[in-house]
């Protein structure tokens, strides 16, 4: 069974970077065919997709959060990053790691989400 758990800090000041993990079980982050991303979801804009990082460390961003996002893994703790940078409050969302088939497309597996407020 694939499991992906989210973790990182529930509050974030505006301006700092919003730094979350996502650490998986049941899974290697470098099987082939497989990318690994980032989605956040928010009243106001609904689903995002924010970008993804591939079994071979190739990574990909939504143009419109290109300029401040990285996604950057651990192979030998099994973990994926995500760094937003610059943050505003409308950053505030709900965060998900998910498996997505590069090959087939769709998620197949999700995190359970962590919820992130940009406040001060």
């Known amino acids: 069974q694939v499991q992906l758990q989210e973790s990182g800090p529930g509050l974030v000041q505006p301006s700092q970077t919003l730094s979350l993990t996502c650490t998986v079980s049941?899974?290697?982050?470098?099987?082939?065919?497989?990318?690994w991303s980032w989605i956040r979801q928010s009243p106001d804009k609904g689903l995002e997709r924010m970008g993804f990082i591939t079994y071979s460390g190739s990574s990909y961003y939504n143009p419109s959060l290109k300029s401040r996002t990285s996604i950057s893994r651990d192979t030998s703790k099994n973990q994926f990053t995500l760094q937003l940078m610059s943050t505003t409050p409308e950053d505030t969302a709900v965060y998900y790691c998910?498996?997505?088939?590069?090959?087939?497309?769709?998620?197949?597996?999700w995190g359970q989400g962590t919820r992130v407020i940009v406040s001060s």
């Open positions: 998910a498996r997505w088939h590069l090959i087939l497309g769709g998620y197949d597996y």
């Open positions: 049941g899974a290697s982050i470098t099987t082939d065919s497989y990318a």
